[in-house]
């Protein structure tokens, strides 16, 4: 029976050690370096919000990503934030640092994949994650910064505009399996708003 156990514990040790080696080697996979500490890129920019995940990890999401130009990670909370653009003038914040896309190691180019997909590596297939964001909508305001795959956002014409279908009624855009917000409303102005507008 002590022989039993003690091969037991063998075996759990090795296949620990085993679990932890594999795990480093993910996260030592790729190197990088912190750009700014005490800082975050301007949340203007942020596409995607990741919970749960090591600064090493918020790295590898990052690169995985084509859209991604930067990262702010908060490790009190294990907040990692993608952000799509790194000239917007930087945010002060204790618990936050900062990670430039230049600023970390690129990995081998496995797929072709567009701005709001995904590669993985052991498939070598794009797999759609988020939608682009939404500012070029004309006259429609999106409440929500939450852009993956089947993320909801409730979408409302501007004051003095009014939907073609809905007359002004807020609805929901959704993120589509295929990278696309599903009802965009299509908001037009009236005269009254048209001259305030090009006053």
């Known amino acids: 029976m002590i022989n039993q156990n003690k091969h037991y514990h063998f075996l759990l040790v090795i296949c620990c050690t ?9 996260l030592c996979k790729y190197s990088f370096r912190i ?3 005490h ?3 301007a949340q203007n920019s942020k596409f995607l919000t990741i919970v749960d995940h090591s600064l090493e990890q918020c790295v590898d999401e990052c690169t995985r990503r084509t859209s991604c130009k930067a990262i702010g990670f908060k490790r009190l909370f294990r907040l990692c934030e993608l952000y ?3 000239i917007s003038p930087a945010v002060t914040d204790k618990h936050c640092v900062m990670v430039l896309r230049n600023d970390m190691d690129e990995r081998p180019t496995l797929c072709n994949c567009n701005d709001t997909s995904v590669c993985e ?3 070598g297939q794009c797999v759609q994650k988020e939608c682009p964001p939404e500012q070029h909508f004309l006259n429609v305001t999106f409440r929500g910064n939450m852009n993956e795959v089947n993320a909801n956002k409730s979408v409302k014409c501007h004051d ?5 279908k809905n007359k002004n009624l807020e609805r929901y855009a959704t993120c589509s399996q295929f990278g696309h917000w599903i009802f965009v409303p299509q908001c037009k102005g009236t005269v009254q708003s048209f001259i305030l507008e090009h006053v």
């Open 121 to 123: 590596e052991e498939t």
């Open 18 to 26: 085993m679990y932890v080696l594999s795990k480093m080697s993910v």
């Open 35 to 37: 750009s700014k500490f």
């Open 160 to 164: 003095g505009f009014f939907e073609v």
């Open 39 to 41: 800082t975050c890129p």
């Open 84 to 86: 799509a653009h790194e």
